[in-house]
């Protein structure tokens, strides 16, 4: 099975500040990544993926993930944020061979201040 | 295009009390799900469907029932809702391609449920 790890619940940062989000996973077999952004008061809304490839993942609204499958870790970054990244994100993994289901992470919470 | 919509959109029910939730995509997708959100647990799957007429247990299914009579709509009951199904729902569908691509989900705008 499959399990993953968001390790800050809240992330507060000033505008124009670069962010990480942290994401680490568990799984015995190789998998595909995700993370989506959740907007207030909307639904998901997928920011990128990792299928195979290249580690480095660029994704919408100048976020980029990278896939580090020795540490079992997706972390997502953004190198100057703005106000309107304000926002819950959520990290997810599905087994390549059965993608039936994702899994999700528990969420962090992006708080930019201006 | 729509995409996926959910009716409705909030609702409060008392302890007992029956409803259902709709979740519709005018995508053609062949997956739909149900989800619920709540605060400090992600989003838990609870019951999905990998075609017309075929569904599955998620995570968290006991309370509910669903229904996928037809390949754009995918329904969500409570026969008898219960405090604890106090949660935001979301509906999200996928389509399935001949690649081993994965295929992103698209999701609704959600529905909040209360149950006092």
């Known amino acids: 099975a499959q399990s993953v790890t968001q390790l800050d619940s809240q992330v507060p940062v000033f505008e124009e500040a670069p962010v990480e989000l942290r994401c680490n996973y568990s799984?015995?077999?190789?998998?595909?990544l995700f993370w989506y952004v959740q907007y207030p008061n909307q639904g998901l809304q997928l920011l990128l993926k990792?299928?195979?490839?290249?580690?480095l993942v660029k994704g919408i609204n100048g976020f980029e993930a990278e896939f580090n499958k020795s540490q079992t870790s997706f972390h997502l970054r953004k190198p100057s944020v703005h106000i309107s990244d304000t926002a819950e994100y959520f990290c997810?993994?599905?087994?390549?061979?059965?993608?039936?289901?994702?899994?999700f992470g528990t969420g962090t919470r992006l708080q930019v201040f201006p | 295009n729509a995409g996926v919509t959910q009716t409705p959109k909030f609702r409060v029910l008392k302890t007992g009390q029956s409803m259902t939730l709709l979740c519709a995509q005018d995508?053609?997708?062949?997956?739909m799900y149900w989800y619920r959100q709540d605060p400090g647990m992600g989003l838990r799957l609870i019951h999905y469907?990998?075609?017309?007429?075929?569904?599955a247990k998620g995570e968290v299914p006991d309370g509910y029932n669903v229904s996928r009579l037809k390949k754009q709509n995918f329904l969500l009951g409570l026969e008898s809702a219960a405090p604890s199904q106090t949660s935001v729902y979301f509906c999200?569908?996928?389509?399935?391609?001949?690649?081993?691509?994965?295929?992103?989900?698209?999701f609704g705008p959600g529905t909040r449920l209360t149950v006092l």
């Open positions: 999200a569908s996928r389509t399935t391609t001949s690649s081993r691509a994965y295929n992103e989900q698209f």
């Open positions: 799984s015995s077999v190789s998998v595909y």
């Open positions: 990792y299928l195979s490839g290249s580690t």
């Open positions: 997810a993994v599905t087994a390549n061979y059965n993608t039936d289901k994702l899994i």
């Open positions: 995508m053609n997708h062949e997956y």
């Open positions: 469907s990998v075609g017309e007429g075929t569904t």
